[in-house]
């Protein structure tokens, strides 16, 4: 089994920046591509940005050129630093993680728990 967790959330001012982190953890799998999603209140879940093992990146509209999404393959984790933070940001923001199983052909799917952001004044 596979287990994502994200830490980095927290209440900030319209203007400043929060960096997110997500580690995977078990045993004896590959990630393929990590990323990032939000979901605002009343609102449905949306994708943010991600990252592939070949280190391409791709992101929403609304977050390119404020957000920046990396990872750390050998601690399997994703980063997602987040700057010129605006009010329309705040939600709970989930990381995903596509993963190969070893033996495993198939592709799975795994998500965190997700993390507050509020940006607020």
């Known amino acids: 089994q596979v287990q994502l967790v994200e830490s980095g959330g927290a209440l900030v001012q319209p203007g400043g920046s929060l960096l997110l982190s997500c580690a995977a953890s078990g045993s004896n799998f590959k990630i393929n591509a990590m990323g990032w999603y939000r979901q605002a209140p009343g609102k449905q879940r949306e994708f943010v940005a991600r990252t592939f093992t070949g280190g391409s990146t791709n992101y929403a509209d609304s977050v390119k050129g404020r957000f920046t999404i990396s990872r750390d393959n050998a601690k399997n984790t994703v980063y997602l630093q987040m700057n010129s933070l605006k009010p329309e940001d705040t939600a709970v923001y989930s990381c995903?993680?596509?993963?190969?199983?070893?033996?495993?052909?198939?592709?799975?799917?795994?998500w965190g728990q997700g993390t507050q952001v509020t940006v607020s004044s």
């Open positions: 995903d993680a596509l993963i190969t199983r070893l033996g495993d052909l198939s592709e799975y799917r795994y």
